[in-house]
């Protein structure tokens, strides 16, 4: 079984950030692997330790973004895939998601393992815009995943709790949510040892997406950035810890008494 | 050239979605800013029941799919929209960002090449052609979109945004025959209902939630005796429940439960839209968060941004009194 998971180095933005007309000074961003893709990374390690294979774990983006893949190879992972061309900056999740299906298209996985979204741009589409593309059968917010023979078996989470268990033929793609499995840390070795694995870096031209291609998937463009509107806001309970609990014990009693 | 809004309502098995009133609101708005008439299809095999619903003072015309499977299908819900799109051709098309629409409606939007912007808090369609605004960065920021060269962009909006449209319409019907409910790609296997535990934290008054501040397992228990003090129920936000740190019924949020008490007092929590959508109606909401800029802030009423532990420190002390 072979398993591709897309990973995404996401953007932290750090308290005292810079944004002049719109744009944003890129050393305000702090970069960490996208909380999902711990998830989807993990659940791929553990199908292919119990049925064999290979997890290729690949991402969009420029050479910080490689920290995501060398971490994913000290869990365990086979090796790594890293497309980047200047372009790619900001692109939006139809034009990573054309790009991640040329990867696809070379590679031909039996399943795609994308996050339910990253925690930076939380669009919640790549995967399954990725699936669109490939016109494969997918299922979006995953909590667990088996696999029996062609088949998958997989539990998807609906709102206020419920979970609808679905069936499906691979080759499939499927978005996998926080708290499907417990992700493992790598150990010190691991990690050296994650410095020999496989990582090629290409440009989307050498899987066949050139600049014209990406114009057209993209589904959007970004005009500015801002900081978001403050309405009323929250009344501040000023002091020190003292002072704040002394509030909150007078707000409590009034409102529980009313 | 396209012209038009469709809406794409949502009906689940507890009915029509309330959501689809704000999708209609959009609607009505980009209508009246000169985006096309208004178009709402409903697919499900219920659709007919909800017409009234949705034939809202703006409508134009509502559309009925009637012809699926008696479950959501994403694939045939991707089907029926392709085919929509591609008999209408409409400029815009409004959706809900709702676990559903999760699992199709960026599959439409990337076959077609269409625009698309999801989580969506705006949507206005003016001189500048079509625009939308979403967060980024967790909703530090707001992002502007536009799309250059998109005959139709497909937009979903975060519930809320809106305020629901109101008042009848006079809107044609036509109920649509597609050939779709072949389209199916996932067989459903069972329905699982949301875990029942030994607290049932819709009924509780005041509740103390922590969240991701909160850095040690072994605290919860503290936490608890703390809710106890108070006379609090405690709840969590997500990663607590997704680490086993506290039961999934304990969890306030999208994917848990949706509260109203009189007092919501949230430690350590940012403010995550899919938390947000559990709790923004709590009727008093205190949030205390280190960071200033935390997204709480903007639905609280009392915000104290201070060392969560410390704070509990002093509650614990003060209740005590
Ligand atoms: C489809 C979907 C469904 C989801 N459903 C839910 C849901 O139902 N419920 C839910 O909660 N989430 C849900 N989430 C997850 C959600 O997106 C967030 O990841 C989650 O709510 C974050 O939880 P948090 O605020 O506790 O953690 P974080 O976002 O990590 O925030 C921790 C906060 O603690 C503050 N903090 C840290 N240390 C201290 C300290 N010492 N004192 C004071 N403050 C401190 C930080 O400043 C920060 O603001 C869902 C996500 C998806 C994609
Ligand atoms: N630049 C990227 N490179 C690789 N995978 C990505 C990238 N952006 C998004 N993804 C994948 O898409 C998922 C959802 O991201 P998003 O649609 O941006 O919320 C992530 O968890 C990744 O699996």
Known sequence: ?258 | MSDGVLVAGEVTRQGLRPGTAELIAAGVKLKEEGAGSLTVALIDVEADAHVDAVNLAGVDEVLTIGAVPERFEAHVAQAALETLIEQRRPRIVLAGHTFASLGFMPAVAARGSHGFASDATAVSCGPDGIRARRGAYGDRLVAELEFPGKDTVVVLLREGAFEPAEGAGSAAVEAVALEIADRARTERIELRDPPAGDVDITAADFLLAIGRGVEEEEQVAEFEELAGRMGATLSASRPLVDAGWISRDRQVGQSGTTVTPKVYLALGISGAVQHLAGMSKAKTIIAVNSDADAPIFSVAHYGAVADLYEVADELRRQFDE
């Open chain 1, 1 to 258: 079984m072979k398993v591709l998971v897309p990973v995404k180095q996401a953007a932290v933005l750090e308290g005292d950030f810079e944004l002049e007309d719109g744009v944003l000074d890129r050393d305000s961003l702090d970069w960490q692997i996208n909380e999902w893709d711990e998830f989807s990374v993990e659940a791929g390690l553990r199908l292919v330790e119990a049925a064999g294979g290979e997890v290729v774990v690949a991402t969009v983006g420029d050479e910080d973004a490689e920290d995501a893949l060398r971490a994913a190879l000290a869990k365990g992972a086979d090796r790594a895939v890293r497309i980047w061309d200047p372009v790619l900056e900001d692109a939006d999740p139809l034009a990573v998601a054309h790009v991640l299906a040329a990867l696809v298209e070379r590679e031909r996985p039996d399943l795609v393992l994308a996050g339910v979204q990253s925690s930076d741009a939380a669009n919640a589409a790549t995967g399954v815009a990725l699936a669109g593309l490939l016109d494969w059968p997918r299922v979006a917010v995953v909590r667990s995943i088996e696999v029996e023979g062609g088949s998958l078996t997989v539990e998807r989470e609906l709102e206020g709790g419920a979970a609808e268990v679905l069936r499906l033929e691979l080759p499939a793609l499927l978005t996998v949510q926080t708290g499907a499995n417990e992700p493992r840390y790598a150990n010190l070795r691991a990690i050296k040892q994650a410095r020999q694995k496989p990582l090629e870096v290409v440009d989307p031209g050498a899987l066949g997406v050139d600049e014209v291609a990406l114009e057209t998937a993209a589904g959007s463009r970004l005009v500015s950035l801002a900081a978001p509107a403050r309405g009323a806001g929250a009344t501040l309970l000023q002091g020190g810890a003292e002072q704040v609990a002394g509030q909150i014990v007078e707000i409590v009693r009034e409102r529980m008494a009313s």
